[in-house]
């Protein structure tokens, strides 16, 4: 079990490496959003199983803790796009379609 545990954790580490190079070579606002919380969000969950198979008796504190990352982390970085998008934060694609544009000028 011990051997599953340090695996499924050094996994969760691997993960959070990838995210972090993400977040230095991404170009924008928005696609450093999606670096920077689907895989941070994905690496604490391995990290999660990790300790689950560590220490078994906490189990039940690490599965609330997991249930609470997969709810936090998705939701957190939609509003920080949704904020951003609404200050006008700048594309470095001009050819992306812009869906909430027509609701922002809806809106004013």
């Known amino acids: 079990m011990t051997f599953f545990g340090f695996f499924f954790i050094f ?15 991404m ?3 928005y696609t450093r959003i999606h670096a920077g919380a689907k895989s941070p969000t994905m ?3 391995l990290i999660i199983i990790g300790g ?3 220490e078994p008796a906490w189990t039940p504190k ?4 997991a249930v609470f990352v997969l709810a936090t982390n998705p939701l957190s970085s939609s509003v920080i796009a949704r904020a951003s998008h609404k200050v006008n934060t700048p594309y ?3 050819n992306d379609i812009d869906e909430l544009k027509n609701f922002k000028e809806e809106k004013k």
């Open 11 to 25: 996994l969760g580490l691997i993960a959070f490496i990838i995210s972090s190079i993400g977040l230095l070579r």
């Open 27 to 29: 170009p924008d606002l």
């Open 43 to 45: 690496a604490t969950i």
């Open 52 to 54: 689950i198979f560590l």
């Open 62 to 65: 690490l599965i609330l803790l």
């Open 92 to 94: 470095i694609n001009t």
